[in-house]
């Protein structure tokens, strides 16, 4: 049982936009700590696709973009590719663990 | 190429130790924050620890699942990072990465190695 909530797995066609939810708690997420999210393709170690709850590292393309709520924050993807087929995971901290904690992952499927 | 690359890995019966490296190239190496997160196969990611910059007081802090049995430390004249794992359990058994907590965030994992294989087992 992670400590972030994500859905197992998401899918989309071609083109579309898909987003992934990623829900918290008062000693993490809605304790203002920024959330952080990964993109990890298949046999491949994880890559930063989101800071900050929001910014993007160098590279990363803009169809990929965070946001924040409350206790939740959401990973979205617009134009969805074949190539963003992966597991994707969102990380923040944990007042109460005193340490970085990441969601169980959601499967991106392309149809 | 601003690289890390772990080593180390490998079968280990329980109750048994094992060190792993994680050597860094082409960056700064002694200011960054570095941590271990671990993979069980088929699983998610796990956050193992952490050990901060020397000019950060090189403190270290651990996951609980980990706590008392693992140690992180860092050679920076060696531009080098370690996990020493003691008492390992099976459900250790995952692969290991070592990543770099990008600069000017508190834990945003910036920089990964390729991951070594770590597998516990009689």
């Known amino acids: 049982q992670s400590v972030l909530t994500q859905p197992p797995s998401v899918s989309g066609a071609p083109g579309q936009r898909v987003t992934i939810s990623c829900t918290g708690s008062?000693?993490?997420?809605?304790?203002?700590?920024?959330v952080h999210w990964y993109q990890q393709l298949p046999g491949m170690a994880p890559k930063l696709l989101i800071y900050?709850?929001?910014n993007r590292p160098s590279g990363v393309p803009d169809r990929f973009s965070g946001s924040k709520s409350g206790t939740s924050t959401s990973l979205a993807i617009t134009g969805l590719q074949a190539e963003d087929e992966a597991d994707y995971y969102c990380?923040?901290?944990?007042?109460?663990?005193?340490?970085?904690?990441f969601g169980g992952g959601t499967k991106v499927t392309v149809l | 190429e601003v690289q890390l690359v772990e080593s180390g890995g490998g079968l280990v019966i329980p109750g048994g130790s094992l060190r792993l490296s994680c050597v860094a190239s082409?960056?700064?190496?002694?200011?960054?924050?570095v941590s271990w997160v671990r993979q069980a196969p088929g699983k998610g990611l796990e956050w193992v620890g952490r050990?901060?910059?020397?000019?950060?007081?090189?403190?270290?802090d651990y996951a609980a699942p980990v706590n008392g049995r693992f140690t992180i430390s860092r050679d920076d004249s060696k531009n080098t990072l370690y996990l020493q794992m003691n008492s390992l359990k099976t459900e250790d058994t995952g692969v290991y990465y070592c990543?770099?907590?990008?600069?000017?965030?508190?834990?945003?994992?910036?920089?990964w190695g390729q991951g070594t294989t770590v597998t516990v087992s009689s």
């Open positions: 990543t770099t907590v990008r600069e000017g965030t508190t834990d945003a994992f910036d920089i």
């Open positions: 082409e960056f700064t190496f002694n200011y960054a924050w």
């Open positions: 050990i901060k910059s020397k000019a950060d007081g090189e403190t270290t």
């Open positions: 008062s000693s993490n997420i809605g304790a203002s700590y920024d």
């Open positions: 900050g709850n929001s």
């Open positions: 990380q923040s901290y944990d007042s109460s663990l005193s340490g970085s904690v």
